[in-house]
């Protein structure tokens, strides 16, 4: 019996890696199952047939209760969890107990306002940040445009332009040059003006601008600042909102540019010392 024991635990012990080996075997073609089935039903089965009417009333309170919605979208998802912005952006706001947020995926929150003037509220004190990272918040309405989802409202403070040619349709004249002019804060008959300021419908899409010659003159540059209100974090390199230096493909762009130059400094015998 003893012999008959020691037999069975040998064999056991040399079959069990074959044995975990095929149960890995096993785990991995049911993930393949469960992926081939999941793809599966987005095929157009049923595409055809008749179409389901839905009670108008019941559409109608679907659409009242969630008629003063914002769409918030992060710019920076690997910097801005979604639950997270759910949880904490109605504590920055102040309406904890007068709003409800609901994950939409996609880099996307929607958050439900009981009133339209909570709504209003929030959008008067944009732009949005999470995580120091910018958001942009729009009033949520049927067939909203992905272009218009990227846009933030930037005010941006204009210095440098020449007193003589201080005007309100200067103003106007140099907004359009950034993107489309929302908004104008200037005064013609203030007595003082360190700068002006001009709100842009700003595409996150769009590389930021600090700085830029403008022609008052033909042929005579002069340099215009431009200060964005309210920006949080941006890349430093590119201008971009959606990553920092560290993740700018201009970094890599250069790194592999400064190592193929020293390759072929190293390479060439007639390169100057």
Same mark, same amino acid.
Request: aromatic fraction near 12%; charged fraction near 20%.
């Given at each position: 019996n003893?012999?008959?024991?020691?037999?069975?635990?040998?064999?056991?012990?040399?079959?069990?890696?074959?044995f975990?080996?095929?149960?890995?075997?096993?785990?991995?073609?049911?993930?393949?199952?469960?992926?081939?089935r999941?793809?599966?039903?987005?095929?157009?089965?049923?595409?055809?047939d008749?179409?389901?009417?839905?009670?108008?009333?019941?559409?109608?309170?679907?659409?009242?209760?969630?008629?003063?919605?914002?769409?918030? *979208?992060?710019v920076?998802?690997?910097?801005?969890?979604?639950?997270?912005?759910v949880?904490? #952006?109605?504590?920055?706001?102040?309406?904890?107990?007068?709003?409800?947020?609901?994950?939409?995926g996609?880099?996307? =929150?929607?958050?439900?306002?009981?009133?339209?003037? *909570? #709504?209003?509220?929030?959008?008067?004190?944009?732009p949005?940040?999470?995580?120091e990272? #910018?958001?942009t918040v729009h009033?949520?309405?049927?067939?909203?445009?992905?272009?218009?989802?990227k846009?933030?409202p930037?005010w941006?403070?204009?210095k440098?332009?020449?007193?003589?040619?201080?005007?309100?349709?200067? =103003?106007?004249?140099?907004?359009?040059?950034?993107?489309?002019?929302?908004?104008?804060?200037?005064d013609?008959?203030?007595?003082?003006v360190?700068?002006?300021?001009?709100?842009?419908?700003? *595409?996150?899409?769009?590389?930021?601008?600090?700085?830029?010659n403008?022609?008052?003159? +033909?042929?005579?540059n002069?340099?215009?600042?431009?200060?964005?209100?309210?920006?949080?974090?941006?890349?430093?390199?590119?201008?971009?909102?959606k990553?920092? +230096?560290?993740?700018?493909?201009?970094?890599? #762009?250069? +790194?592999?540019?400064?190592?193929?130059?020293?390759?072929?400094?190293e390479?060439?015998?007639?390169?100057?010392?």
């Amino acid at each position: 019996n003893f012999y008959l024991y020691v037999g069975f635990l040998t064999s056991f012990f040399t079959f069990y890696p074959s044995f975990n080996l095929c149960s890995g075997i096993t785990q991995s073609n049911n993930n393949m199952s469960d992926y081939v089935r999941k793809s599966l039903q987005n095929l157009d089965l049923g595409i055809n047939d008749e179409p389901v009417p839905l009670p108008s009333d019941l559409c109608g309170r679907a659409v009242n209760a969630n008629r003063f919605s914002l769409i918030v *979208s992060v710019v920076n998802p690997k910097k801005q969890n979604l639950r997270a912005i759910v949880n904490q #952006m109605l504590k920055i706001w102040g309406f904890v107990d007068d709003c409800r947020g609901r994950v939409l995926g996609d880099g996307r =929150v929607l958050f439900i306002f009981k009133s339209e003037e *909570s #709504m209003n509220l929030v959008l008067r004190r944009g732009p949005s940040a999470f995580n120091e990272w #910018m958001l942009t918040v729009h009033k949520w309405y049927p067939n909203i445009s992905e272009d218009g989802m990227k846009i933030i409202p930037f005010w941006i403070q204009i210095k440098g332009i020449p007193i003589m040619y201080l005007s309100t349709a200067m =103003v106007n004249c140099i907004g359009d040059n950034l993107g489309h002019v929302a908004g104008v804060d200037f005064d013609e008959n203030v007595n003082w003006v360190e700068f002006v300021r001009v709100c842009i419908n700003w *595409s996150i899409d769009s590389p930021l601008r600090f700085q830029r010659n403008f022609q008052f003159v +033909a042929g005579e540059n002069t340099i215009l600042k431009f200060r964005f209100e309210r920006l949080r974090n941006f890349c430093s390199r590119c201008g971009s909102l959606k990553h920092d +230096a560290k993740e700018c493909e201009m970094e890599f #762009m250069d +790194a592999a540019a400064e190592e193929d130059d020293n390759g072929d400094h190293e390479d060439n015998p007639n390169a100057d010392n």
